[in-house]
Structures are given as C-alpha cells and as structure tokens.
C-alpha cells in the first residue's frame, strides 16, 4: 500500500498512463500463473458476483437454449444471479446434494442436456470442502454445446488446477481465501478462443476499443481481455493483493497441496479422538484445503470458547478449520486448542 500510496501522491493522474490503468491485466497474470490460464487471459474485478453477472450477460436466454444448470453445492451469491436469469427466459436446474456435502458427478451430467448453455460449479464446495470432477463435467457440457464457468474461490492456490488443460470455458474467483491477497480483488478467466463471440452487456468504458474516444452508442469492445471489464479498477485492492499472489507463485500451489493434505488429516485425526463427526471428505482427492466439523450441542450450550480465537461456527453450527498464511505450521495450536477445548465442553456435558 505504501507503493499506491507514494504513487498517488508523486505521479497523480500520470499514474494511470504508467502502469495503473493496465493493473487489472497485468495483476490477473500472476493469477493466471497459478490457474494455468495464458498471459492476458485473467481479468480482476471487485469480487466474483460481478464476475459472473459479466458471464451471464454474455449469452441471451430468450430461446430454446435456455437452460443454466448449477449444483447444490454452489455459492449462494453465484445461485442468487442465476435465478435472476429467469425474468431473462432462462430455466434454472439447480442440482441438488444428497447430503449437503457431495455432489455425485452422474445426476449433474444427466441435468445438462442439449437446452442446457452454461454450467456452473464450484470446483471446490465451501460448504464441504468437496473436490467436484471439473473434467468429466467440461467433457460433457461441452459435448452438448454447453459452456462451463468454474468457481475456484475455494481451490485455486490450495488445490492444483489447469483451466487450459481443462479446457474451461469461464472460471472466476477471489482473493480472500488461499491466495492471500485480500477484498476486493475478484478476478475472471474467459477462454481466448472465445472472446470474439462473448459481448457482455453488463460492461463499460474500459471494454471498449478506444475507451478515451468517449464515443457515444453501442460499445465497440476491446478485441482482448479488456472487453471483459467495465468501470474503473479498484487499484488500492490490486496492489494489496499482488503481494499473495506472488508468494503463492514463489512457493508452487502443489507444496502448498502436500502441506495442506497433512495438515488437514491431522485435524480430522483430531476430530476422530475427540468424538465428532467430520463433514468433510475423507479421501483427500476429494477433500479441499478446510475440515468441516459438526459442534456438540454441550459445546454450542457453553459457547463454544470460540471468543479466544479467529474461529467462527456457522449458524448451522458446523465449523470450518484450516491452515491459512498466518498459520503454516504441521499443527495450527488455535485449531487444535478448538478441537480439545470442545472435547472437553462436550464430556463435561454427558
């Protein structure tokens, strides 16, 4: 922050003809670098609702190919602008999880079908931690004429992924979870092979061919990237975020995927010795970077001792641990202290 801030003040509007104005590409490459996308093919934005509002307004939902298929296991943000899709024609399948923690990849790939135009999945399930199938599910839409948007908010920088190995249609995510880089740092990957045909109507001055013409009517997009954004960045939040990116880069997402594999069966070996059930995987090909935990009703009763540490239950009171930047270490003693500490509210209890 001390480079935007001493930026600001020495170069003021020089600023944007001297790097600022190209932050929002230059800032997605070190993304792209950990996502497996190309040089210029990652975007940032605000956040990942923006993202996919940009994605769904490439496509019109008026006929016969109507159909948006999202899982269970989605985020609600995601689901939120889908079903606002329907006052657009759209027909929304939501998938649903048999138990609120997987996604069996044969009724999602039943659900896409030759009405069906986009795909969206969580690569990851915040929910549960669950590793969905992105192959098999790209093979399939793709086979149909679906394209698919991956949300990697929950994987990317935790879990190894390659969007052009894949061959992903759209993938966005953000900032706050394992890429270190904090809010307000979304960002969008869009295949290069599509950008000609994708125009967004949800857009802007900087999607345009030659934003500083200031050309009045229909936008004439940018013939790169830049077609997929819209107003002025938010720069503050890129140059903060930078500096996770780069660190995930240095150390490679699949030493950080090793760590965080023996890091997490310690905590569900810990979860095992205390008594509670584990909600997520056990397998670790299935199993993302958190462990999720079912609270013992004498734990939520005493207030779970949650107050002395970072940790948050949900309301549904389930709790989400994992190792994160600050906490890198074989055993994380503020998880640790949670797993014993609820062990010993909950025999206190019987």
């Keep these: 922050m001390r480079d935007f801030t001493e ?29 497996g996308a190309g040089q210029g093919e990652v975007v940032m934005h605000q ?9 769904t307004s490439c496509f019109d939902w008026r006929g016969p190919r109507n ?23 759209a027909e929304v399948v939501q998938v ?3 138990d609120g923690m997987t996604m069996p990849l044969e ?18 399930a915040f929910r549960s931690s669950y590793v969905q199938d992105l192959a098999a599910i790209v093979e399939r839409a793709h086979a149909v004429g679906a394209k698919v948007i991956g949300d990697l908010y929950q994987s990317a920088g935790v879990v190894p992924v390659n969007v052009r190995k894949l061959n992903l249609d759209f993938a966005t995510g953000g900032s706050v979870k394992w890429l270190c880089g904090g809010p307000g740092a979304g960002y969008l990957y869009v295949r290069r092979d599509l950008w000609p045909e994708m125009q967004p109507a949800a857009t802007g001055w900087m999607a ?5 013409q200031f050309e009045d009517g229909p936008i004439d997009w940018a013939p790169d990237a830049f077609r ?7 720069v503050p939040a890129l140059y903060s975020a930078s500096g996770g990116y780069e660190i995930v880069n240095e150390i490679g997402v699949e030493a950080i995927r090793e760590k965080s594999v023996r890091q997490t069966q310690r905590l569900i070996e810990l979860a095992d010795e205390a008594g509670f059930p584990v909600r997520t995987c056990r397998d670790p090909t299935q199993r993302g970077g958190v462990v999720i935990l079912d609270v013992p009703i004498t734990a939520r009763k005493q207030g779970f001792g949650l107050r002395r540490t970072s940790i948050r239950a949900t309301k549904n009171w389930t709790i989400r641990l994992s190792r994160s930047g600050r906490s890198l270490g074989e055993n994380s003693s503020q998880h640790v202290w949670v797993v014993r500490r609820s062990a010993s509210l909950s025999s206190a209890g019987d």
């Design 67 to 89: 159909k948006m298929v999202t899982d269970g296991l989605n985020f609600p943000s995601n689901d939120y602008i889908y079903h606002g899709l329907k006052r657009q024609g």
């Design 107 to 124: 009724p999602l790939l039943a659900a896409i079908d030759e009405r069906t135009q986009l795909v969206s999945v969580s690569h990851v």
């Design 7 to 35: 930026t600001w003040s020495t170069r003021g509007i020089r600023a944007w003809e001297e790097g600022w104005w190209d932050m929002p590409v230059t800032t997605g490459d070190l993304i792209g670098t950990i996502i």
């Design 208 to 212: 345009h061919r030659e934003p500083f």
């Design 228 to 234: 997929f954004l819209n107003g002025t960045p938010n």
């Design 96 to 98: 649903a999880s048999p």
């Design 47 to 55: 956040n990942v609702s923006i993202c996919q509002w940009i994605v």
